[in-house]
């Protein structure tokens, strides 16, 4: 059956909080400028803590309570950095070039956003018969026309003017019997509780959801990183 793509709106409240070190005042100044110009929709990214000079074991504390990363850029780290950093689960990048630590920020953030979601049609029917049921509900007798219909599964009504009905199949009756499953060819019956305009010739289509595994999602790791220019 065919999949269609659809990308996941990004949850609320999505942010890569860094510390930030650089060598001199006007590399901070210049780096923290090209940070603020990073758009990632859906990902809030900032700086939570900044200063000159070597990485230190204050900077992996405040670090914790971020995202637990700290980007330097031009400097080194103290001495005895590795087992805090490891301790506290806190990575270090460093950077020699702006355009580099911006762009890697942004592929950290990009990898916040959640994966798109494939949406596969795995069933879909037309509507031959209408029989009234609860006050506020029908059943719909349908012809399955390709794949099959479930109970359990998602599925849709479209009219001539676009889906108008989305719901659970809770129910699927074929003549008399309750059935688990239709199959192409087959004629059934799905019961709905909430909804009573669909119309003999609308199309019937049931679908699951199959979220794409990210590969790129970044995770502090407790090292220290140089990040190639």
């Not at 659809?6 to 090209?34: F, H, Q």
Request: hydrophobic share 40%.
């Amino acid at each position: 059956m065919k999949a269609k793509k659809y990308t996941a709106a990004p949850r609320n409240g999505l942010k890569l909080e860094i510390v930030l070190k650089c060598d001199s005042a006007g590399s901070m100044e210049a780096v923290t400028a090209a940070i603020q110009k990073i758009t990632v929709s859906g990902i809030d990214i900032s700086v939570i803590h900044s200063g000159i000079g070597a990485i230190s074991k204050s900077d992996v504390l405040v670090a914790e309570i971020g995202s637990k990363l700290i980007a330097g850029f031009q400097v080194g780290t103290l001495r005895g950095l590795n087992g805090v950093l490891k301790e506290h689960g806190v990575e270090v990048r460093l950077y020699e070039v702006i355009y580099r630590l911006t762009e890697d920020l942004r592929e950290i953030a990009e990898g916040f956003i959640p994966p798109p979601v494939l949406e596969q049609i795995i069933g879909s029917g037309r509507v031959i018969a209408l029989f009234k049921s609860e006050r506020k509900g029908i059943i719909i007798g349908c012809e399955v026309l390709e794949g099959f219909l479930a109970e359990g599964q998602h599925f849709r009504i479209i009219s001539a003017m676009g889906p108008v009905y989305s719901g659970i199949i809770e129910s699927l009756h074929i003549g008399d019997r309750v059935v688990q499953k239709a199959s192409s060819g087959q004629k059934a019956g799905i019961k709905i509780k909430d909804f009573n305009k669909a119309k003999v010739g609308d199309i019937i289509e049931s679908f699951r959801f199959n979220p794409r595994e990210k590969t790129n999602i970044w995770q502090p790791n407790g090292r220290i990183i140089q990040v190639p220019t």
